[in-house]
């Protein structure tokens, strides 16, 4: 039988929770956010209202997910996350700074997509798309877009290698690779990885035109 639960010391103003989803003690969803179904919200996680989070989606304890972020599905995040939302953060209540503030022009959105990872402690840097399957180590402080399939590592981080969509490290000798642990087949093309078969231009659209501002293993130091 399919059911949410709600601890009952989480404060869960939001009514978009999907089935079997569970929110855990202390945390707060405010009203305006959305959760799909089969998630875990961990103790301690605050989702603030504009937050989407997708199936199947795991959040640790401790997580700050602020307006602006978007989870798809099979998301992993670890514990004490944190994601930010204005790249140039001044108090609203400033006097000199209030200006930028009447309209939600600051506001810097965040997409994390389907079946990522991000490691303990990390820190996402408003603005960033994390790509399918990828992995952000504990940790680092993400500042630029993360290929899929690309394990990221460090501050600020930085390509370090590739992972499969079970999570496991790939290794490559030449343009193919089988991973040793489900033997998922990939190719690669310059530094991007995808499954055999996938079509890569729908993976290089999703990313940012610019390919300067992606951090491939081989991109800009
Ligand atoms: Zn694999």
């Not at 079946?115 to 790509?131: D, E, H, K, L, R």
């Amino acid at each position: 039988m399919s059911e949410r639960f709600v601890h009952p010391t989480a404060l869960v103003e939001s009514r978009q929770i999907g089935e079997d989803t569970r929110i855990w003690a202390f945390a707060h969803v405010m009203d305006g956010v959305t959760i799909g179904a089969g998630c875990n919200i961990g103790d301690h996680c605050f989702l603030e209202s504009g937050v989407v989070v997708g199936d199947n989606v795991t959040i640790k304890n401790g997580n700050l997910l602020c307006e602006g972020v978007v989870v798809e599905d099979g998301v992993f995040v670890g514990p004490n996350v944190q994601f930010t939302n204005d790249r140039y953060p001044r108090s609203p209540r400033l006097p000199q700074a209030a200006r930028r503030y009447r309209d939600k022009g600051w506001l810097d959105p965040t997409l994390v997509k389907h079946g990522a990872s991000i490691g303990a402690g990390a820190v996402i840097v408003a603005g960033v798309t994390i790509g399918e399957f990828a992995t952000v180590a504990a940790g680092a402080v993400v500042t630029r877009d993360v290929p899929p399939y690309t394990l990221v590592v460090g501050t600020p981080a930085r390509a370090r290698g590739w992972v499969c969509q079970c999570g496991q490290p790939l290794r490559f000798e030449g343009e193919s690779s089988s991973c040793e642990h489900c033997g998922l087949d990939f190719e690669r093309s310059g530094d991007l990885i995808l499954p055999v078969g996938h079509n890569p231009s729908l993976v290089e659209a999703a990313l940012r035109p610019d390919p300067n501002d992606v951090a491939t293993p081989r991109g800009k130091v």
